[in-house]
């Protein structure tokens, strides 16, 4: 048998909450406010890496390369039906990297600009990346499985992002509720919108790499710890 301790560590004994548990309480289950301030490290690098790459490699390979690089870089980023069968594994990962047009890649930049620094603020810059990356992954994954041809794009990574920003506030009260509840109510409204574009007017949307994407980032709040910002 074990004796228990006569005396409350929390009081002392004194029948009051001493000031040192409260404030240890404290830090354990909350954060500074400046460590959730927006932050831009990743957003900036991956803006620009995608731009470069969009410079380097346009869609109609007019670039100021010599052919064939530009098109020696799509046939190295994009993904195929045949990815899996030839062990080629980066290209579930690289289609992020590359865009259809300059408006394709404009509407992406745009809304990593704006919904990426606050997510980093919250997550950290090495969550924020994985968070990233694994969105995109997963997205571009069920994009090889259920898409007659695999897509290209960000987008994969950013519906990732826009359901992160859903988790987290529905989970942690990390973000404005009202906000959070407009970002997932957009990204419902494309996600119907898109596959019934495509079913109707047969308009080649990624509408399975957007739901993979987005699945990941409500998986990736669901089951990871709370943020602790940076």
Not at 9 to 26: D, H, L
Not at 74 to 80: F, G, R
């Amino acid at each position: 048998m074990i004796d228990c301790p006569t005396q409350c560590p929390s009081c002392n004994g004194t029948g009051r909450i001493s000031a040192s548990f409260q404030q240890e309480i404290q830090q354990k289950y909350t954060a500074s406010f400046s460590n959730y301030s927006p932050l831009a490290h990743a957003v900036t690098g991956l803006t620009v890496l995608t731009v470069a790459v969009y410079l380097l490699a346009p869609p109609d390979f007019s670039s100021f390369l010599p052919q064939p690089l530009p098109t020696l870089i799509w046939s190295i980023l994009c993904n195929h039906a045949n990815s899996l069968d030839t062990m080629e594994l980066w290209r579930f990962l690289t289609p992020v990297l590359l865009h259809a047009g300059w408006w394709h890649l404009l509407a992406n930049m745009y809304f990593l600009l704006n919904m990426g620094p606050p997510l980093e603020g919250v997550l950290g810059t090495p969550r924020f990346l994985a968070l990233y990356f694994l969105a995109a992954l997963g997205g571009n994954i069920l994009s090889w499985a259920f898409n007659p041809v695999p897509g290209v794009g960000a987008s994969t990574a950013l519906f990732g992002i826009g359901a992160a920003y859903v988790g987290l506030s529905w989970r942690w009260r990390l973000f404005e509720a009202a906000g959070a509840r407009r970002i997932g109510m957009a990204l419902g409204f494309l996600l119907v919108l898109g596959f019934a574009l495509s079913d109707v007017f047969g308009i080649p949307l990624d509408n399975w790499g957007h739901l993979g994407g987005g699945l990941v980032g409500l998986a990736f709040t669901a089951l990871g710890p709370r943020p602790r910002g940076h």
